[in-house]
Antibody
């Protein structure tokens, strides 16, 4: 069955760029029905959608984060990635990647999440 | 766009029913048939419980049901069980620029 796994540094310095990769196994990232999303959860707080990408490269971003977010997809590696620039302590969170099913626009399969701490 | 509004907490005894509300606007919850609900146990990834307002993915017990009226969606859990104790989040499509908008989450306590 399809699985997603986040990877990347667990510690990022303030003002630097957070970079994470999500590896998809058990299925193709190039499936026309699916999009691929990033969601984060600060410690003790709720979920926040960051952005979603389609295998063709089309992107959708949370307006509140849009100026700092970029996502990309590598179909040859079955991976998609997140970059969040100019991070502060407020960006400390567990970052999840998930499969985002287009219409009904639901996240049906999630990675386990990875904690990223922003600290000097 | 503001987060969808959910009660901070709800509670119920085993066997009872509870309902969690999710209030938005005509630009999100009320504007599209795309509200989903997620269950999250501590230190775990969220799990999809309801999609397209009322549909259950395969494997989700039929004790979980979704409904919607106007700008408010609801998740009802009937026949509460201990393992239902978790945080629940609603999420709505809100147009071609904000394709996912989460609620603040509701903590369900099974007494």
């Amino acid at each position: 069955q399809l699985q997603l796994q986040e990877s990347g540094p667990g510690l990022v310095k303030p003002s630097e760029t957070l970079s994470l990769t999500c590896t998809v196994s058990g299925g193709s990232i190039s499936s026309s029905r699916y999009y691929w999303g990033w969601i984060r959860q600060p410690p003790g707080k709720g979920l926040e959608w960051i952005g979603t990408i389609y295998y063709s490269g089309s992107t959708y971003y949370n307006p509140s984060l849009k100026s700092r977010v970029s996502t990309s997809v590598d179909t040859s590696k079955n991976q998609f990635s997140l970059r969040l620039s100019s991070v502060t302590a407020a960006d400390t969170a567990v970052y999840f990647c998930a499969r985002h099913v287009g219409s009904p626009w639901a996240f049906d399969i999630w990675g386990q999440g990875t904690l990223v701490t922003v600290s000097s | 766009q503001s987060a969808l509004t959910q009660p901070r907490s709800v509670s119920g005894s085993p066997g009872q029913s509870v309902t969690i509300s999710c209030t938005g606007t005509s630009s999100d919850v009320g504007g599209y048939p795309y509200v989903s609900w997620y269950q999250q146990h501590p230190r775990k990834a969220p799990k999809l419980m309801i999609y397209e307002d009322t549909k259950r993915p395969s494997g989700v017990p039929d004790r979980f049901s979704g409904s919607k009226s106007g700008n408010t969606a609801s998740l009802t859990i009937s026949g509460l069980q201990d393992e239902d104790e978790a945080d629940y989040y609603c999420c709505s499509y809100a147009g071609s620029y904000t394709i996912a908008l989460f609620g603040g989450g509701t903590k369900l306590t099974v007494l």
